[in-house]
Every structure is written in structure tokens, then in C-alpha cells.
């Protein structure tokens, strides 16, 4: 197992590097994920939108009330905690615990938690500065809203799309069973038209990203059905997420964005993302 | 933890009962299941049935060409397999095993395998010889033919649905999003009519069970779409799976089933289920 991967589980109050083995995460995906990014101070600039989606994936699993508190808690006591590396990440996994074999859940569950601290890449636009190369992917999202939207354990899709991924693609734009577009197989997108923000409507499939999130309460969003026809026709797409930031795509499908006003806007709102993290 | 919830993971060549926690079982739900009952001599009736699902969903994720031949050996030395109990069953885990953050798959996967031995319940029917109470579910299952018919580790949807049976139902009756049904939350389904076997096609939602398809293999069964009204008007329902058996419905959402023709129809398809495990 490579260092990088080390995870830390919370068990019985202690941190361990192991895992019970009828925990529900593993045994039915019960459970939900937070991919996080620290400020070089150590505080999560995006926490609200952290906190916002784990409380709607707690409400929907029908998690304890006091989960959200819980993984607080254990957030602040995290191993890497006392680490002075300058720009830090993890990603946090809360599960509804172990239980009796079955589909139904235990009615006092104990979560169980585990946080798996990483050294992020530099914002994907440093990296990738003339933009990603994108393509459709050919798996198409189910229409489940009883999912859609939080950060749930249940990724197959996303397992699979990444893995047919063609050899020059960054990321993959990825439709649901209704040909509509979504997202990204990591990210959200976004779509400039005439320099207005556009983005999918998330209610049936989709993850609804922090950065995400924290667009829709910066600037004036349309959130709407889009086809991969409207798609293509922007001015420019972006994706977003909360280790990678926001990321032009040069092309997608062969397609190139090359309109040079919405490079600019989109610059100015990577600009605006990294100075949260300054 | 109760002591029926031991499992066994193979780590390493040695069973143990934690689970590595970067496991992509856990992260993503990036692998299959089968809940598995012996016969008394300790062989497995519907094991081609198991292997055939294990392959389809081997296939589907892509993982090693090997796969399969590594979970039968791994069986064959499972740290029950010694023990006399009359009447085992098991539930057998498969995941791609460890690999660095993120969803693409590492290039030479390692597999994990966990065994969980449980003492089943008898068949259903002996249990309940007057047959199940079962309603609709208001969980929709997604319609995604890139996970239908297999057994993965994303069951978020049967955990929703679980939870959320009233307190005199055995089983729920899912439909899907465009309204068909497909399954029960545990089991397959089938609906006599006029003496005839009807099953619903499975091939956007749903878990194409062992017992559905030794049915299949043994008698004149139609594959259709079924939506509510066909179900409440057939003859009679009834459930299967590997643990439970076949199971009669005597009431769906209120409508019971009562056509003495068909439910002897029914007792004699699980005496010759029965018959395997003699």
C-alpha cells in the first residue's frame, strides 16, 4: 500500500489504521465522504458547504442527529492535526457502523470514522494552465433523486467512467440516462453564455460540489437542464471542485473553447477562489 | 458487535477480521457480493448460478482476468469450512482491494475477500406457511443498465428502501423510476397467472437472483416489464432468494392473494428447491 494512502480510522476512540470488517460503509456503501482542502492557517474555507452536504447526506441516510457534531469533533482531533505542512487536504469517510448482517440498518448505530490526510496538487489551473481536455463519457448517470446531490459511499459510476477514460482526457463530462448533462466524472461544470454563469440542475444524479456551492452564493448562476448541443456552444466551460479549484477546458469533444472575454472571466474567478485559501 | 457479525478477511494469506481502510470496497463500493447457503453435505446447489453472477459482475467492473479462480480457492479454505454445523451459510465479499485516492482502479489490482459465516434461518415458507406481507416501496430504483442484474457493494437504495417498511411487512415491492417493477428489496419476484410464470426483466434495475435463475433453467417462465396493476391482478406472488427460499404472498399493499391453485402451484416449486438441499 503506497504511504500516500494511509487512512486513520476512529474505533473505540482510537485511531487505527484498520477497519472493522461488517462496517456498513463496506457492506452496503452506507455511508458519506468529504473531500477537503485546508487554508495554510489550517482553518476550511469552504467548511460551510462541507457541513451543509454532510447534514443533508445525514438527513437522507436517516443518520443519528448528532452526527454532524460528532464528525466535528473528530475533525478537530484529526492525527495530521498538529502537522505544520503548508498546504494540507483529506478526505473524510463517515459510515453508519457495523451491525447484525442485513439491509436494515441498527437502531442505535455508532459511525464510524476515518480521515485520510494528503499533501494536495497546486490548483489544476498552475498545473493545466492552457485548460483540460475533456470527453463525453459513455457511462450514463442514473436518475435517482433519493441520492442526488450529497456525497454518499455508492461510486460505481464513477469507477467506471474514470476507467474509460481516453488516453488525452483530464476529465470527462458525464450525461445522465436522459442525454441532460450533470457533471464531471470529479467536478461540477459550469458554462459561460454571452458572460452569464450556467450550471446543470443536480436534482436527479450528480454530486453538488463545496465550489460549486460557493459559485451559486457569489455571482448570478442559472441552474438549468443543458444538453451537450448548449454544451458545446458555450463560450467556455469550467469545472470545479475543492482540491483541483476551477479549471478552464480547452476542449472537449474536440471541441475547442477559444473565446478569450470568458478565459478572462473565468481567470478572475479562480483568482477570487484562491484568495479563500490565501 | 454481535458475535453472528464475525467476518474474515483474507490480508496478506491470512484471515483476520479487520479490513484494510483504504480498501475500495469501502471508499467506493468497488466490488460484489453473494450471500451463499450449503447444503448439508457442504456443497453449494446453486454455486453455478453464483459463479455465473460473480463473472458477469467480474466482467462489468473489470477486474483480473483471474478473479474468479482466486474466490473459489479462497472458499474452498474458509475458516468454517471444518465445522459440522447442518445448515451453513455465508456471505462472501470481493473488492478490488487497496490503491491511491481517487476512482481510477490500480493498473494490477490486488483483490480483498471476506467471508462472513452465519447459521441461516430455515426456509421462509416453513416460517411463515401462511405467506408474506409486503407493500410498495416509495424508494424508485434507478434505471442503470451498467450495474443491473450483478451483485456490487452500492445498495444504498435497498438500505433506504429497508428502512423504511412498515411494521407488518416482510418484504417491499420495488418499482423502478419509470414505474415498472422489478424486484423485492431482498429477493426477485414472480407472478402466476393462469398457471403461467411471469418475472420481470431485469435489465436496467435489479439483482438477477440464484433462485430466479435456477427457476429460469427448470421451467417455462416469461421475462416481461410487470407494472403494479399486472401485480395485484395475478393469481398469486411470490419472492425467492438464495436464503429465504420461495416465499408466497398472501397480501401486496392490502390485495391478498388467495387462488388455492396457484399457491399449490407455489409449495411445489419450493419443495423442489427444498429437494437440492435435501
Given at each position: 500500500m503506497p504511504e500516500s494512502a494511509r487512512a486513520y480510522a476512529l474505533v473505540d476512540?482510537?485511531?487505527?489504521?484498520?477497519?472493522p470488517s461488517t462496517d456498513r460503509g463496506l457492506q452496503y456503501g452506507d455511508g458519506l465522504f468529504e473531500t477537503i482542502r485546508f487554508a495554510p492557517g489550517g482553518h476550511i474555507p469552504l467548511w460551510?458547504?462541507?457541513?451543509?452536504?454532510l447534514l443533508q447526506g445525514l438527513c437522507a441516510l436517516n443518520f443519528p442527529i448528532d452526527s454532524l457534531k460528532q464528525i466535528e469533533q473528530t475533525l478537530a482531533q484529526r492525527p495530521d492535526a498538529a502537522s505544520d505542512s503548508p498546504l494540507q487536504a483529506g478526505k473524510l469517510i463517515v459510515t453508519r457502523g457495523c451491525g447484525?448482517?442485513?439491509y436494515a440498518p441498527p437502531a442505535t448505530p455508532e459511525l464510524l470514522i476515518q480521515?485520510?490526510?494528503f499533501v494536495p496538487q497546486d490548483?489544476?489551473?498552475h498545473r493545466l494552465p492552457q485548460g483540460l481536455t475533456a470527453g463525453?463519457?459513455?457511462i450514463a448517470l442514473a436518475i435517482q433523486p433519493a441520492l442526488a446531490g450529497f456525497k454518499h459511499l455508492n461510486r460505481l459510476e464513477q469507477v467506471l467512467a474514470r476507467q474509460r477514460f481516453e488516453s488525452d482526457w483530464q476529465e470527462a463530462v458525464m450525461l445522465d440516462t436522459a442525454g441532460q448533462v450533470i457533471e464531471g466524472c470529479m467536478s461540477n461544470l459550469?458554462?459561460?453564455?454571452?458572460?452569464?454563469?450556467i450550471t446543470p440542475d443536480l436534482s436527479g444524479s450528480g454530486v453538488n460540489g463545496v465550489v460549486r456551492r460557493w459559485l451559486l452564493s457569489q455571482y448570478n448562476v442559472t441552474v438549468t437542464t443543458?444538453?451537450?448541443?448548449?454544451?458545446?456552444?458555450?463560450?467556455?466551460?469550467?469545472f470545479c471542485n475543492s482540491l483541483q479549484g476551477i479549471i478552464s477546458a480547452a476542449q472537449i469533444n474536440g471541441q475547442a473553447f477559444e473565446h478569450s472575454s470568458a478565459q478572462q472571466q473565468i481567470a478572475a474567478l479562480q483568482q477570487d477562489l484562491e484568495n479563500l485559501y490565501a
Open positions: 476512540g482510537q485511531w487505527q489504521t484498520h477497519w460551510k458547504y462541507h457541513r451543509q452536504r447484525p448482517r442485513g480521515w485520510q490526510p490548483w489544476a489551473c463525453f463519457s459513455d459550469f458554462l459561460l453564455e454571452q458572460g452569464r454563469l443543458i444538453d451537450r448541443v448548449r454544451l458545446l456552444a458555450a463560450d467556455a466551460v469550467f
